[in-house]
């Protein structure tokens, strides 16, 4: 089993060399690719259950703020929990939890309330927490730290490759099967059962599949080795900036996603039914995934945070043209801020825990935590939506934007704690 354990342990996972890493990070893609699905169909179920319910778009919000809001909740005690058990066990264990999430979707539809539904999300948000804190830093540790970035954006491809499978499946299972019940709480409720079963099994299937897994051993003194400067981990001024890195990035891209659905239904942008619509959000998704890839390639030869910073300074811009215009040109502005989210998360995740050593998965947890962004930014923007409109609320993410620039320019640069640096 993978672990962060203090056990002894003979076997040397270096020994059989790459061969070893390349099997564990090959099959690490399968849990990138599924919790990528499951979050991209939140941006389905908004429209949808906004209509079945008749909500206001800050109550529609609240989808994202129980999904997110896990994970302020589990990601410190699933920290606690990957340090004690090692990563392999945290996978398993977060594929399960993450199943019965999903099958909580049963009962929520039976009886048709929309709190339940957030239960289930909370649930299933929850096994996706663990996932994070166990695949993100064991990705990271499973070769050179040089390269680390470009490694964990290469397999967070594969994540985007998942968000952008989803909206099809979201877009014919859910909303064109629900399309003509509109109004009728029972019938559009139900639509999300079958969708909702089928990841369930998926996740089992999972769980089963990485309990017999033989992948590397990842020992705590193995994490050790790579820096050996002592203290708490909030000394480190390049983890907490990036943690605001983190909290911003998912807010303002989850916020953006989240509306692509209602902002696409807008007549002056490109008038669309909630299906066809939902069918675009794979263009979105698709940029991020197609930048990914190019991105592992790029930070190959360019510095981590100069990319960074390039792809948010983009994304300012192009949010910009979507507030500013209309038709064609806001619809493909707006979509193509995908491409710039691409490398962001990866980025900011594995310049924040660089020399971090024994304090990566304290790190780890710290850096899920803000993940809570997603939560809290969207509801924001959806007071703003029923305030002024869909589209003036997209001026909420460029102020995400702008500091995640400043984090890839300037707070990511790695400052060693002057109370511990003499003892390293």
Known sequence: MAGASAVPNNTNPVAGGDQ???????????????????????????????????????????????????????????????????????????????????LGFYPAALMQSYPVFLMALFVLASGITLLQVSANPYVSVLGKAETASSRLTLTQAFNSLGTTVAPFFGAFLILEQAAT????????????????????????????????????????????????????????RHLVLGAIGIFVYVGGEVAIGSFLVNF??????????????????????????VGRFIGAAVMQKVAAGKVLAFNAAAAVLLIVIAVSTTGTIAMWAILAVGLCNSIMFPTIFSLAITALGKHTSQGSGILCLAIVGGAILPVFQGMIADSVGVQLSF??????????????????????????????
């Open 20 to 102: 070893n890493y390349r099997f564990a990070l090959t099959s690490l893609t399968s849990l990138f690719f599924m919790w990528g699905f499951i979050t991209c169909l939140n941006d389905i179920l908004i429209p949808h259950l906004k209509a079945v319910f008749d909500l206001t778009y800050t109550q529609a919000m609240l989808i994202q703020f129980c999904f997110f809001g896990a994970y302020f909740i589990v990601s410190m005690p699933a920290g606690v929990l990957v340090k004690k058990l090692g990563f392999q066990k945290g996978i398993v264990i977060g594929l399960v939890i993450a199943a019965l999430g999903c």
């Open 395 to 424: 001026i909420m993410p460029i102020f995400c934007y702008l500091y995640i620039a400043y984090y890839g320019l300037m707070g990511s640069k790695v400052k060693v704690p002057t109370t511990y640096s003499a003892k390293a």
């Open 181 to 236: 019940e509109v109004g009728n709480a029972a019938s559009g409720a139900e639509a999300v059962q079958m969708p909702y079963l089928l990841l369930a099994a998926m996740l089992l299937g999972l769980a089963a599949l990485f309990a017999y897994l033989k992948l590397p051993v990842v020992e705590q003194t193995q994490l050790d080795q790579q820096e050996v400067v002592e203290g708490s981990v909030w000394q480190y």
């Open 264 to 289: 696409l239904n807008q007549p002056e942008i490109a008038g669309l039914e909630e299906a066809e619509a939902a069918k675009l959000i794979a263009y979105y998704w698709g940029g991020a995934m």
